[in-house]
């Protein structure tokens, strides 16, 4: 009896539904601290661009934004929108960056993050910009954030779905992401560059500059795809960054 | 007179020590004699991949016997129902089901080793030793046995890739759990190697050890 087919398909069936049934019970009832998690984790990405938070505790960060962070969005001409389609605000911190990465470049909504002095309200530090691409199995993206020259790199943190731990993975860590720190995306005569990671790790001093960082050994193919999303990403947010380092998007903020 | 009492002895067999010399097997065996990476070479491909460092590992380490007990218990708890024509894929159902809760409950409280992690928590479902004890073991046996036999080979598992990972972390990154270890015994300099970072560190090591055990065991490959 109990190898007969009919058994076989009723114990199969009971056990899919009790199974099923678990999981989706585990995710409804984990999905609220799901999702906490990933709205800090994202806050945290933000400010770990900009300043050192890896000793504070969650609540500490998410006071530490609010208190810091001023956030806007714009379009590919850096043109600063405040509202969608619908008429309703947009908020930068809920505009999904990989949503948008499917849309074409000029119909995508870019958020500009814009580090505060803490408790100076007047004088910003430094802009975040996101950005998104592809690794070597999945996305990857990350949050570079630049001096108020709007050029030299003042930190970065990256993040990624699902690169190889140990090779790809590795540029989330601080060692990685620490080698940007200070190279420039423009040259002299304000051309972009961007930065570019090398190939194989401990390359030659004479061969990093500016706008070369040493790579990842074993993770060339994560590497070239950060250096394709900062190249892209900055060329999109060219028109921005040109337009607030001409005081131009400054001016029309004061006036409103 | 005094009436006697006949105590007759009850004709019944004590119940096995909770942990028996017998059951003790079922958890010293695969330490070492009968261990899952070293022996039986199972098990491979996460020890090569997380051990970059001792906090991803213990925590890969924690969800493998996690999933592996429980597994282990619901198969041998239910081994004379299950049909034997389907019964790698009920197994199969049973582990990835405890490994998608393990992946969830990361997700929800430890967010970023949930990152760290993400698809080696995914492929505990394919780690050989998990499937290869059900079947092996869980469905033959009782369940405190099963359960006795997936904390052994856990352990098993557990203890070499804590032991590849604080090789790994020490000579590769100079530090122990991301504390610097060199800093605070007063070397600033210590020359980090490269290898250990790269998944060839680890299978240098994983040689070492199987050395060095086989030296002590006298196991031979036939």
Known sequence: MQ???????????????????????????????????????????????????????????????????????????????????????IIAENVDIAKNFKKA???????????????????????????????????????????TDLNTIKGTSFDHKTETPGLGARITTAEIRDRYHGKKLFDDSGNLISIRMLKGENNPPSALDDHHIDGLSGATLTGNGVNEMLESYFQYYLNYISKTKNGAIEKVALLD | MSTQTIEKAVEKKPAEAILSKRRKKFVNDPLSDDNPITVQVLGICS?????????????????????????????????????????????????????????????????DMYKELSVFVGLIITNCIVMGRLEAFALANKPWDSVLDAIGNGLG????????????????????????????????????????????????????????QRNKTGYVEH
Do not use: C
Not at chain 1, 9 to 36: D, E, H, R, W
């Open chain 2, 157 to 212: 598992y557990s203890w070499i890739i804590l032991a590849v990972a604080f090789f790994r972390e020490i000579f590769g990154s100079g530090r122990l759990f991301g504390w610097p270890v060199f800093e605070a015994i007063g070397i600033e300099n210590f020359p980090t190697n490269g290898l250990m970072v790269t998944p060839v560190g680890a299978f240098f090591i994983l040689g070492l050890i199987i050395w060095v």
């Open chain 2, 47 to 111: 020890a090569l991949a997380v051990t970059t460092q001792m906090k991803p590992t213990l925590t890969m380490a924690i969800s493998v016997i996690f999933v592996m007990v429980f597994s282990n218990l619901i198969i041998s708890v239910m081994r004379s129902l299950v049909p034997t024509r389907v019964r790698i894929i009920v197994q199969l159902a049973v582990i990835a089901t405890l490994v998608t809760l393990v992946s969830e409950v990361l997700k929800a409280y430890q967010y």
């Open chain 1, 3 to 89: 190898q007969s087919n009919t058994y076989i398909i009723i114990f199969s069936a009971v056990l899919t539904i009790v199974l099923g049934g678990l999981l989706s019970l585990a995710n409804q009832g984990l999905k609220p601290m799901q999702q906490k998690s990933e709205e800090l984790d994202t806050k945290k990405k933000i400010l770990s661009a900009v300043t050192e938070i890896r000793r504070m505790k969650g609540n500490e960060v998410l006071s530490l934004y609010s208190e810091t962070i001023e956030s806007i969005v714009v379009d590919i001409d850096g043109e600063i929108i405040e509202k969608d389609e619908k008429g309703a605000p």
């Open chain 1, 105 to 147: 470049p000029e119909d995508r909504m870019y958020p500009v993050f814009k580090y505060h002095k803490p408790g100076d309200k007047d004088v910003v530090e430094a802009y975040i910009f996101p950005v998104y691409g592809k690794g070597l199995w999945g996305p990857i993206w990350g949050f570079i954030a630049l001096e």
